[in-house]
């Protein structure tokens, strides 16, 4: 398959098409994005990469790296961690709090905020450091150490995560959040603010798409029933409620973020990313969404 091919044309019909959604303006520094930026990267459990465009300008990878959070607390943690945190699609919007009284403070799923924060508040109880462990973890995936927070961003966040907030404390009335919510906040917006390249974020995934190992140095990261189950949420969580439509049109697991990022894992054989910040109403990057279900439909590959 000449991947190189089909993703540049791929690419170039994607751009002669409309290009609708919005920036989002929630997070104030978010707002000030180029709104044209559109960048891909494929890479393969062999190495092969191309790029695309903007595929080597950095991005707030925001809901991307709950991903991360997840991987290094499930190995950690084991099986435990799924009593505080379910594993089923919400229907709900990323950030809806509707749910949290009825399933008693216990989020759906690790990809919603309120799943993401009790994995943070898991992420402080087990280590001392997690702000800089998290990185560090991130930056062995994809084997750059030039992988940074974007503290502006963070700051951007905290001070107007009055929603996150909100759930936090709500889950914290149920016993779900252990440290003080103000603690869980600010790691999980310095997580949400890390930036990277569309070709580290496909690099750093590939343990995904390989069992759990990373390819190359051979490094366990996860085991494989592990990497499997991660897999099975990215499919019916990883869009929020949209990842019905993701799996209708695409086929594969993947994870957006706020920031325009989507990566797409075709296990066994490789990942790819694509950015363009304009979001669709589910908070999705349109384009992303758009060039991903090209690129399956002339690839003819997915999980299906
Ligand atoms: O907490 C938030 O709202 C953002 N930091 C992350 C949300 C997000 O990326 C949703 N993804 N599409």
């Known amino acids: ?30 707002a000030n994005i180029d709104e044209k930026k559109f960048g891909v990267n494929f890479t393969d459990l062999k190495f092969n990469s191309y790029g695309h465009g903007d595929f080597e300008e950095k991005f707030s990878i925001q ?13 950690r943690l084991g099986e435990k961690i799924w009593d505080r945190v379910d594993v089923e699609p919400s229907g709900n919007a990323f950030n809806s709090l509707i749910q949290l009284e009825a399933d ?7 990809f919603i905020n309120a799943g993401a924060l009790v994995i ?18 991130i930056r062995d995936l994809a084997e ?12 951007s966040e905290i001070k107007n995560s009055f929603r996150n907030t909100a759930m936090c404390n709500f889950m914290k009335s149920f016993g779900n959040i252990t440290n003080q919510p103000e603690a869980v906040i600010d790691l999980y917006c310095h997580l949400c603010s890390i930036e990277m390249t569309c ?30 189950r991660i897999n099975a949420i990215l499919l019916t969580c990883g869009f929020y409620d949209e990842s019905g439509e993701f799996s209708f ?13 989507i990566v797409a894992i075709y296990p066994n054989h490789y990942c790819i990313t694509v950015w ?10 349109y384009r992303g969404m758009k060039f991903l279900e090209e690129f399956t439909t002339k690839t003819g590959e997915s999980i299906f």
Do not use: W
Request: with cysteine.
């Open 144 to 155: 750059d150490d030039n992988i940074h927070f974007n503290e502006k961003v963070a700051v």
């Open 199 to 228: 070709k580290q974020l496909s690099k750093s995934f590939l343990y995904l798409a390989n069992e759990g190992i990373k390819p190359l140095s051979n490094e366990k990261i996860l085991s494989s029933t592990k990497a499997k």
């Open 276 to 285: 363009s910040p304009k979001l669709n109403r589910k908070g999705n990057s």
């Open 1 to 30: 398959m000449d991947y190189q091919r089909i993703i540049s044309k791929v690419y170039t019909s994607t751009l002669a098409k409309d290009n609708i959604g919005k920036v989002p303006d929630y997070i104030p520094e978010l």
């Open 249 to 261: 049109l695409v086929g594969l697991p993947g994870k957006s973020g706020v920031g325009g990022g």
């Open 104 to 110: 008693k403070g216990i989020p759906l799923n690790p």
């Open 63 to 75: 809901s991307i790296s709950k991903v991360f959070a997840l991987s290094f607390v499930y190995e």
């Open 120 to 137: 943070c508040d898991i992420l402080l109880e087990i280590s001392s450091n997690p702000k800089e462990e998290l990185l560090s973890y």
